[in-house]
């Protein structure tokens, strides 16, 4: 039997069975071979108090997402994006089509918001809260470890002929995949069709409403694609938040990176051991990392800040007697020795933009009133003649009218002159009077109808008052308008 006589020649077949799997060229990425293809990811699992706290954070994540379309506020869905009635629907606040220039200063909050948070934290919403990283992590590996076991086990199942243990554990965890991708995707579809509408919806045959069904399968089908089957492919090749995440970090932005300058030079048989580093070379914050990096070699587009390599590295820093932290959330000026500063140009650049967006948005949406009534000219002639024997010829001008409304009491809305002599010499008239007015969206028509002689010059400009008027009597008035009347020139 051979024996491995000294230390020196333990840590040399350590790393000589090692360097084939993990020394990659710098040009190459653990997810393809030489040829291009693509190298399959089998992730070992880790323990610690970074990922203890992100699982949590996850279930926090997804309990929020399945949660929020059941929860109504002022009567209506706490968030909805209805697309085909153009309503949008923000903690009780609703805004329709015409309202775009608000939902650009919402995107443009998030946007500033996560230039912010990158600047400071690095991807952190990477590692943290993006979806793609809160199902997979939390559900589909669970899942998937659950059923075909740890790493190794699992490319051993993959490299396997086809038997019957085989079929049985893929169809078992693809049938769990489908199983939550589509309760993914009809919490996610809650979010613009409204969650009770959609458990309506679903009590019926698919065919009443087949757009929507079919929407659903192509939803459920992207997720388990993606989170079955392409995984860390997109964070590599599809996603560009990864990409342009290096015009918003700087040296001071926190990254998840290792200590060259304590871990080097890194445990070998050439080294000797009174010059060597803390890191020991066992490659075990390579095995874990989702996207197959080696975080030794600095900050990376791949990487996602999963924190995975900085618990795989406090295991064996314990174990060794070592201090932890070789790996750890810090700035790059951090593990170089130097002073870092939290705070900085860029963030603050950031946060003034975000407080300028936030205080527009606010005080854009203070002015903004429930009732929001638009008038427009009928689409025939600006105005009709109407002969009347013995009498002057009578006027009449047609305006379309829409009602946007988000306050939750109904109005029954009446148009009033304010003139009292135009008054009498101009005829409201409305199909329904007064109309009844509820949430949402709204159409009527009004009519205006007068002689000739009231025109001065062919126009008239004719002020009136929208009122609602209440049950009790009580007449109230929402607002005033002037309305432009037409007639002859003659």
Sequence with gaps: MTTIKDRGQFFGILNLMNKNRFELHEERLATTDESGHRVYLYPEDVKGKWKDKRQLFFWFLIFLYMVVPWIHFK?????????????FVFFGSTFYGHDAPMLVLVLLGFVFTLGFITSIWGRVWCGWAC?????????????????????RARKELDQAPWTLSKILKKSLKWTLYIIVSLHISHSFIGYFVGARELFSITLNPPAEHMHLFITMLVITGIIILDFGWFREQFCIIACP???FQSVMMDQSSLVVGYDAKRGEPRRSAEVPKENEGDCINCYHCVKVCPTGIDIRRGTQLECIACTNCIDACDEVMIKVGKPTGLIRYDSELGFEGKEKKTFHLRSAIYLTLIFAIATTFVFVLSKSADLRVTFLRGSHSPFQRIER?????????????????????PINLSIRAVNSDLADKINIVMPQNPTFI???????NVFFRFSQDVLDHGSLTFPVELIDVQENGIIKVIEKRDIKLVGPLE
């Design 131 to 151: 979806p793609q990283t809160v199902f997979i992590d939390a559900i589909y590996r669970k899942i998937e470890r659950f059923i075909e076991g740890k790493a």
């Design 389 to 409: 024997e013995g009498n002057p010829d009578e006027i009449v001008n047609h305006y379309k009218l829409t009602f946007d409304y988000t306050g939750t009491a």
């Design 438 to 444: 509820k949430d949402g969206h709204t159409k009527g």
């Design 75 to 87: 009567g209506k869905q706490i968030i909805l994006l209805d697309i085909p009635k153009r309503e």
């Design 241 to 243: 938040y990864g990409r």
